[in-house]
């Protein structure tokens, strides 16, 4: 008897192991094949950022190797899935389309439409959890409502168990001789095209799922021993640079797990053990902002906090511009944002700084912050970039009513020695320490580079006043 064929889609989950979904599907049938759709409403938007669109494609491209040793293929076609997913089931007669389920409301709202597409043609969908090691309905209060304080959330997600990472199919049925017939007009591109990104000599993270296994025991035979340590200094290599690996999926969740397990197990003093716990509560931040975005949608249109709804921003279009250009004349918001624009990746904790310096210091709409960096971010996610820039504004799920950054304090507690600023802003790598840590720098001493735009003691007071009116007038309203 023929297998029955199936078609499963990867979507941000270009791997073979550690795929639950895949793995699923391979042990109803082996007949298998694998599909990925460059859809250009996405790739074209500018939310696309180069490198993002660069570690995709060099991801799909290894990908398509992996499934020709799994023995069948991946296909690729160009256009709108809604459209290519069904007509492509029913060219090869396929019995159905399996995938891994999103967060994101416009994918779950996409996912809908295409599964009742799928059925009214008589076919099957099967979509389950995959990209987070505890899926969102999965975990909630004891009022059987979903978490909105990471703190709790934290105690609650570590207790869950969670699986083990599971292997990559093996002999898969190819399709039969023909198949290219079958697929008629359908728009087939035989490799994704090459993405005009450079990368740098030693980016941080490489594509495809063989470079984030190899990064992930790299990153666990050394660095996450001392993660409490280094994690806030943004001139060490401290942090693991899996964020691109995990957002693209070329990295499983409970491959990494898996690995903070192992070094748990042979952790050598107890400063080991609280580094690969801290390094755990990151992975359980970023399925705290999944669960948040799945179960709030609305995140992704505003605040949450519905005082942020009514914030009079001033939104000054040159400041808005001096920041995106990284010339605010703020030294440490400067560095980290030329790393963002030159490598596509930015330190955390500079991210937390430029953040704040935007809505605190600028008073500029975050949203316009989080675009940005969407358009730039190698690991661009929606639920975990408006956390973040949610966390930054104090308009999200932050118990802390209002949060603000000193730049040049952070800069003297995170970058004492200005290595980190001088990296990526050589042209001031002879002004003295402090200055560069103070954003005091003699004119003299910068040519070419620009006076701070604004002051933070005046900005700070200013701002802190209008959210005091806007506090009041709330409190007067309720
Ligand atoms: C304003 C702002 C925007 C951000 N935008 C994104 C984004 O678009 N994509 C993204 O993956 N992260 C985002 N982050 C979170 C964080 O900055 C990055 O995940 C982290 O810097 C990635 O580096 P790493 O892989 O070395 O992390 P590690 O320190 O090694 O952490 C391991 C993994 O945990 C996850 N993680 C770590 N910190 C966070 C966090 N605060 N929130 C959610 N997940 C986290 C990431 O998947 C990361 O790879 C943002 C943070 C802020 C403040």
Same mark, same amino acid.
């Given at each position: ?68 040793? #799994? !023995?069948?293929?991946? *296909?690729? $076609?160009? /256009?709108?899935?809604?459209? =290519?997913?069904?007509?492509? @089931?029913? %060219?090869? +007669? ?104 450079? #990368? !740098?000599?030693?980016? *941080?993270? $490489?594509? /495809?799922?063989?470079?984030? =296994?190899?990064?992930?025991? @790299?990153? %666990?035979? +050394? ?105 605010? !004349? ?149």
């Amino acid at each position: 008897m023929v297998a029955p064929r199936w078609l499963f889609w990867h979507r941000r989950d270009l791997r073979l192991a550690d795929n639950l979904g895949l793995h699923a599907m391979a042990a109803v049938t082996p007949a298998l094949t694998g599909v990925a759709v460059l859809d250009p409403a996405d790739l074209q938007a500018a939310t696309m950022a180069p490198s993002r669109r660069w570690f995709q494609g060099e991801s799909l491209r290894e990908l398509q190797q992996r499934w020709r040793q #799994a !023995g069948s293929r991946l *296909l690729l $076609l160009e /256009g709108d899935p809604e459209v =290519l997913l069904p007509a492509l @089931a029913l %060219a090869l +007669g396929a019995r159905g389309v399996a995938w891994n389920r999103d967060v994101e409301p416009l994918v779950r709202q996409r996912d809908r439409r295409l599964a009742e597409a799928l059925q009214r043609q008589g076919l099957q969908v099967a979509a389950d959890w995959d990209q987070l090691l505890v899926p969102p309905e999965q975990l909630l209060t004891g009022a059987a409502a979903p978490y909105r304080v990471y703190g709790p959330y934290w105690r609650a997600w570590e207790r869950q168990p969670k699986a083990d990472p599971v292997p990559a199919p093996t002999d898969l049925h190819d399709l039969p001789d023909g198949w290219e017939l079958a697929l008629g007009a359908l728009p087939l591109v035989a490799a994704p095209p090459r993405e005009p990104w450079n #990368a !740098g000599d030693e980016p *941080l993270a $490489l594509p /495809g799922e063989a470079a984030a =296994l190899d990064q992930l025991q @790299a990153f %666990a035979a +050394g660095p996450l021993r001392r993660y409490d340590d280094c994690r806030n200094l943004p001139a060490e290599p401290g942090t693991s640079g899996l964020s691109a690996a995990l957002r693209i999926g070329t990295l499983g969740p409970r491959t990494a797990w898996a690995a903070s397990s192992e070094a748990l197990a042979d952790c050598r003093s107890e400063e080991e053990e609280r580094s690969v716990t801290v390094w755990r509560q990151e992975l359980a931040w970023r399925e705290f902002y999944q669960q948040a975005l799945f179960h709030f949608p609305e995140l992704a249109d505003g605040p949450y906090r519905p005082l942020w709804r009514h914030f009079p921003w001033e939104n000054d279009p040159d400041r808005l511009e001096a920041w995106q250009q990284a010339r605010t !004349g703020v030294p440490i918001v400067d560095a980290a944002l030329r790393q963002l624009i030159e490598t596509g990746w930015m330190h955390n904790r500079c991210r937390m700084v430029v953040a704040s310096y935007l809505v605190k210091d600028l008073i500029i709409d975050w949203r316009c912050g989080e675009a940005f960096f969407m358009a730039h971010e190698i690991d661009g996610d929606q639920a975990a970039n408006n956390g973040g820039w949610q966390w930054s504004a104090s308009s999200g799920m932050d118990p802390r009513p209002l949060r603000i950054f000193n730049p040049a304090t952070q800069a003297a507690r995170f970058d004492p020695d200005g290595v980190y600023i001088r990296r990526w802003l050589p042209e001031l790598r002879h002004v003295a320490t402090a200055d560069l840590l103070s954003g005091a720098i003699a004119p003299l001493e910068r040519p070419g580079y620009p006076a701070p735009i604004v002051d933070h003691r005046q900005q700070q007071a200013r701002f802190k006043a209008m959210y005091a009116t806007l506090s009041r007038a709330a409190d007067g309203s309720s």
